[in-house]
């Protein structure tokens, strides 16, 4: 397993936020690990970007309201 280094920063204020720094080269290999090459998902992005084109969004204020619908 190869080891990835990150620099993680979090907010002073809440403590809630993070920055999450790296560079390209790991990232590529952090999305390459987690599939985010897969041909399928890269032809779901391409749909999602048609239809914020086309105006079939809604804008969620917390992730527990995809569970909802």
């Known amino acids: 397993m190869a080891s990835l280094s990150v ?6 204020k809440t403590g ?3 920055v ?3 560079d390209a080269a ?3 290999k952090l999305a390459a690990t987690l ?4 041909p ?3 032809e779901s ?3 999602s970007e048609k239809d914020w ?4 969004f809604r804008k969620l204020k917390s992730l527990r309201e995809l569970r909802s619908k």
């Open 26 to 28: 790991r990232f590529e």
């Open 7 to 12: 620099t993680i920063k979090t907010s002073k």
């Open 45 to 47: 992005l391409e749909q």
């Open 20 to 22: 999450i720094e790296m």
């Open 53 to 56: 084109k086309a105006g079939r």
């Open 16 to 18: 809630r936020k993070f």
């Open 40 to 42: 399928d998902f890269l």
């Open 35 to 38: 599939g985010l090459f897969n």
